[in-house]
């Protein structure tokens, strides 16, 4: 069947990168695309020919008009209930952009309004696509570090404003606006931190085999003139011992042109042996008690359905399987947990115990 696929809420810059993926899929028609403002459309109306007929600034007159099977949001971090929540009542599928929610209360309300539907609720992750975590995951789940007992985690980019759709770099007078960004306003979930550490504790999630930490310490900066954080540090205590989880706007340079120091991505650390993944690399650096001295590994060749979140979200679609690992719900919830519980350690400066 051609699934039937409609962009609604253009807030987050991914929404280009989703309908291309969309678009390049053999078996997707997007039938149509939504924003308040047409002009935050306008390279996905040019990018991808849209008829003027199917571009909206009315959600519900998108949704009734075009009947889609999937919906893709990308609203603000704040937003992303009320996108949730609007949509469901409309028997589509619903594929969310990262972050997952703006807290915990939020996600168990999406959570909630698609199982009601029994429609599937898949929330993407970008980190998720790249060969080489797929490829530390495989070597986890063959325990060729043994059990996973640390994770250290940094990633980031230069800045939300050095570029949009497609990893396309702006301008230097584009850049000075943070103000006028949602990503550096405290209201709509901006900051590194909502931005940045549901990737890493999530994905940590994911590596961990779903296990939860008790408790988290986290510190954040507080840049002058703006309203949230560029850097933060997130300590977690497991049962098993500490991990640790950094975000940062302001890396040296964006990993997907020339890896900063530190590298972005992972360090997994194991009873016997450890895997270091860093973003957009090639290779993964494993050590083993057989091989202390290290040895790259080279990533694993991803393929269809796994070589995008299009890909699978159809795939799971058509197969009736339930969406796993960091695309989950119940995975992604772990590590919205997590998240929460680093924003009270934050705002009141101590160790909390794990949100529930």
């Known amino acids: 069947m051609t699934w039937k696929v409609a962009g609604i809420n253009f807030d987050h810059s991914h929404m280009g990168d989703l309908l291309r993926l969309s678009h390049e899929h053999p078996d997707v028609e997007i039938v149509g695309i939504c924003h308040t403002d047409t002009e935050r459309m306008a390279s996905a109306i040019e990018n991808f020919a849209m008829p003027e007929e199917q571009v909206f600034t009315d959600y519900q007159d998108c949704l009734q ?24 009542p409309y028997d589509v599928h619903v594929l969310l952009e990262k972050p997952f929610a703006a807290d915990l209360a939020a996600a168990d309300k999406m959570i909630a309004a698609l199982a009601e539907t029994q429609k599937q609720f898949i929330i993407n992750w970008p ?33 939300p404003l050095f570029h949009v759709a497609d990893k396309e770099e702006t301008d230097e007078e584009y850049r000075l606006r943070k103000n006028e ?44 003139g703006l309203e949230v954080d560029e850097h933060s540090i997130t300590i977690c205590k497991y049962a098993f011992g ?99 519980s680093a924003i009270l350690s934050a705002r009141e400066r101590r160790t909390v115990p794990l949100l529930t």
């Not at 099977?69 to 937003?79: E, F, H, K, N, R």
């Not at 960004?181 to 590596?207: C, H, I, N, P, R």
Request: with cysteine; hydrophobic share 30%.
């Open 181 to 224: 960004s949602w990503f550096y306003q405290k209201a709509e979930g901006g900051g590194s931190l909502l931005d940045y550490l549901g990737y890493g504790v999530t994905l940590g999630t994911w590596f961990l085999d779903g296990r939860a930490p008790l408790e988290v310490t986290t510190v954040i900066d507080e840049p002058s």
């Open 65 to 88: 008009k075009t009947r889609p099977d999937i919906v893709i949001l990308c609203p603000s971090t704040a937003s992303h209930a009320e996108w949730v929540l609007k949509v469901a």
């Open 127 to 159: 980190l998720r696509w790249y060969p080489c975590h797929v490829t530390a995951k495989r070597l986890l789940s063959e325990g060729i570090i043994g059990d996973l007992i640390e994770v250290h985690y940094y990633d980031g980019n230069r800045g």
């Open 242 to 340: 500490l991990s640790k989880f950094e975000t940062r706007w302001g890396t040296f340079t964006d990993p997907w042109t020339l890896q900063p120091q530190p590298k972005c991505g992972f360090v997994l650390k194991g009873s016997y042996g450890t895997i270091s993944s860093y973003d957009y690399e090639d290779t993964v650096r494993v050590q083993t008690h057989e091989r202390p001295e290290g040895y790259d590994h080279p990533v694993d060749r991803l393929t269809p359905p796994g070589e995008n979140v299009i890909q699978y979200f159809l795939h799971c679609l058509e197969t009736g399987q339930e969406p796993e690992g960091p695309l989950s719900p119940s995975i992604c919830r772990i590590g919205q947990q997590i998240v929460d």
